[in-house]
């Protein structure tokens, strides 16, 4: 069965400052990645997907996330976070080919202070 | 509606109540998931339904906890003899196709007394 790592549970930066999330994932075969995104109050939102081609994919609102599988890694990234951007951040995991439940991390809170 | 409807929002119930809580996903999505979110830990899997597919079951806690989806669409997760540790948000999602974006409800917030 696969399982997904988010190491960092809680990060405080300030506006402007660069964002790096970790999450890694362990499963023997091909996945799907993701990650999502939920904000104060509101529900789970997908932020970003990984399915094949390019590893470095680009989501809404500036993020990304560069796929290295010989690391088993799927890192969120944004060069420069905004107060707005407060908010949890799920990474997570299926094996392709359909069929499959969809796993999720622990989270890691993020608090962007002006 | 346009999004994935869960009802009730919230819910306060006692100790052994039994309690059911429903989903309704977007129109036309084939799969239907259950998680369960706790202040820190994350989303919990609980059930996934796939078409007319056995649903995977593998992720309810206890056998108090059952969940049904009836003509592919609305499901009822029921949890019976709550207890204290069943309070949580339950989240319903959907998605097509399966290992598509999955589109999450609202929730239904559980609190046992």
């Known amino acids: 069965a696969q399982s997904v790592s988010q190491h960092n549970h809680h990060v405080i930066l300030s506006e402007a400052a660069s964002l790096e999330l970790g999450c890694n994932y362990s499963?023997?075969?091909?996945?799907?990645l993701f990650w999502y995104v939920q904000y104060p109050g509101q529900h789970l939102q997908l932020l970003l997907k990984?399915?094949?081609?390019?590893?470095l994919v680009k989501g809404i609102k500036g993020f990304e996330a560069e796929f290295i599988k010989s690391k088993f890694s799927f890192n969120l990234r944004k060069p420069s976070v905004q107060w707005s951007d407060t908010a949890e951040y799920f990474c997570?995991?299926?094996?392709?080919?359909?069929?499959?439940?969809?796993?999720f991390g622990t989270g890691t809170q993020l608090k962007v202070e002006l | 509606g346009a999004g994935v409807s869960q009802s009730p929002s919230n819910k306060v119930t006692e100790k052994g109540k039994d309690v059911e809580l429903r989903c309704d996903p977007i129109?036309?999505?084939?799969?239907l998931y259950w998680y369960r979110q706790s202040l820190g830990q994350g989303l919990e899997f609980l059930i996934y339904?796939?078409?007319?597919?056995?649903?995977?079951k593998s992720g309810l806690p206890s056998d108090r906890f059952s969940a049904e989806r009836t003509g592919g669409s609305v499901s009822t997760l029921t949890i019976q003899r709550t207890q204290q540790e069943d309070s949580a948000v339950y989240l319903c999602?959907?998605?097509?196709?399966?290992?598509?974006?999955?589109?999450f409800g609202e929730g239904s917030r559980l609190t046992v007394l």
């Open positions: 990984y399915f094949s081609g390019d590893p």
């Open positions: 129109s036309g999505h084939t799969a």
């Open positions: 999602a959907s998605s097509y196709p399966p290992t598509g974006e999955l589109f």
């Open positions: 499963y023997g075969g091909t996945v799907n």
């Open positions: 339904f796939q078409g007319n597919s056995a649903p995977d």
């Open positions: 997570a995991v299926t094996p392709t080919g359909g069929g499959n439940k969809l796993t």
